[in-house]
């Protein structure tokens, strides 16, 4: 088979949609090619007719720094040659891995690999989320489960999913499916241990209609482009080698010519050498994905606010960090925000970066700033119900 791929990864709430819309190709991603094959399963009564309306309420009803669902992305052996053995592998091993607990939607890519054979590759896109025969409508499927009224609560979590047992368990049984039908058909065995000399190309994705986004994407096309033509001319090194090798065996006799192309093929491994470190430096260049500091506290800020008009608040004036007093509880928070009562349905909202003190959702607290830095003060034990108040 091509290289064996098996990877575990997560959605945030309000990705859920896009990602289902890129998996299937569906809108903006309507004009790929490559995807052969999709299907839903173990949808609640509310998405079974369109799967599509599950991954929007994921996304409108998971809290704002949740997870609208988590993705098994996994190689399909080349040996399978026909639709019909790709499908049924990425089944059996969907069920075997979420069986028939989890709603997900699985689709099934067939592009041109890098060597211009096929890479065909599962999408297992499906929610923590998991079934216990209640049925509920779009938004109580997604609340803090109730374990003693399970009917008034959401859909628990299996917590066991987001551990990393779960990868290895993933792995494990994509190792063994794709072992037994390469077994069938003569083919050599994989392993899904780590080779520690040899790491991924950065995945590529598709084209992003932002342009700031494809910089990006070109930055790690380069990298991707120089790793592979240190692959290849490592391949034109070896090759060469043996060739020389043959050479200095049958047709030199000479044995100062044959001392000369010894020489020779010694300074062609020098070089294969610097090709394999230059490689192994390419390698382990770190992914240009990653968002910057700023542009993941935008997220959150957009995040905070909109769960903020979820729950009826209206956000307030912006923040005085010069000597600005702000006292109410705590509605929300997330890793660069936390969004505080101002009184009358209205919020403040303040960068977590900016404070010191520790605060957690529910607590009455004070927020005062001097030269643009923040004290936390609990005032949880102080008599008085406090409304929220800001100045």
Known sequence: MAIPHCSVKTGRAGKGVSHALYVQGLGRYGERSDVVHVEHDNMPAFAVVDPMEFWAAADANERANGRSYREVEFAIPRELATAKEQIKFARNFTDRLISFNHAYTLAIHDAKAADGGRNVHGHLMFTERKHDAIERDAQQFFKRANPKKPEKGGAAKDRALNSREFVKTARALYEDLANRELAVRGAERI??????????????????????????????????????????????????????????????????AALAEREALRAKEAKRHQVEKALLAAEKVEKLAILSLAELKAHSYAAVVKELKNQKYETSQEVNTAHGRYTGTVILMTDFHIAQNAGRQLSVVHDRTQLQGEAKEGQNITIQYASGRGQITDRSNERGKDRGRSR
Not at 209 to 216: C, E, K, Y
Not at 218 to 235: D, F, G, T, Y
């Open 191 to 256: 392993s899904m241990a780590r080779n520690e000399d040899r790491e991924p190309e950065p995945k590529l994705g598709p084209r992003h209609p932002r342009a700031g986004q494809d910089l990006r994407r070109e930055a790690r096309l380069e990298v991707i482009q120089n790793m592979r033509a240190a692959r290849a001319e490592l391949k034109a090194l070896g090759q060469n080698q043996g060739k020389l090798e043959s050479q200095i065996l049958e047709l030199n006799t000479d044995l100062a």
